[in-house]
Nanobody
Framework: AVQLKESGGGSVQTGWSLTLTCGAP????????MAWFRQAPGKEREGVAA???????TFVDSVKGRFTFSKRNTKNTMTLQMDSLKPEDTAMYYC????????????????????WGQGTQVTVSA
């Protein structure tokens, strides 16, 4: 099984930035689709961003223009750079991965992913 590990969460103020990193030691990210999801208390898990094998990214509308996503295949990691954070971004953030391709139309659906991290908390205060 692939073990994913997130890092980089924290508590910040509105407008600040955070960088989340997800690592999968020993498991090449070059052959996997990877994604970030988030879940706020009382809400369903929401797809935030996904990146396919060639490195093309898909974002949920609410973060477009504020979040960027990249993979570093040489280090089996992916990074979510979150800028201009808002209180509504507050949630537990999870990274997820699945071998092979995921159709872009389904890339932000949690059911498409096989492996999950434990999550890292992001809190944005007004």
């Amino acid at each position: 099984a692939v073990q994913l590990k997130e890092s980089g969460g924290g508590s910040v103020q509105t407008g600040w930035s955070l960088t989340l990193t997800c690592g999968a030691p020993g498991h090449p990210s070059s052959s996997r689709c990877m994604a970030w999801f988030r879940q706020a208390p009382g809400k369903e898990r929401e797809g935030v961003a996904a990146i396919d094998i060639p490195g093309r990214a898909t974002f949920v509308d609410s973060v477009k223009g504020r979040f960027t996503f990249s993979k570093r295949n040489t280090k089996n990691t992916m990074t979510l750079q979150m800028d201009s954070l808002k209180p509504e971004d507050t949630a537990m953030y999870y990274c997820a991965a699945v071998p092979g391709y995921v159709d872009e139309s389904r890339a932000l659906l949690p059911t498409e992913y096989r492996y999950w991290g434990q999550g890292t908390q992001v809190t944005v205060s007004a």
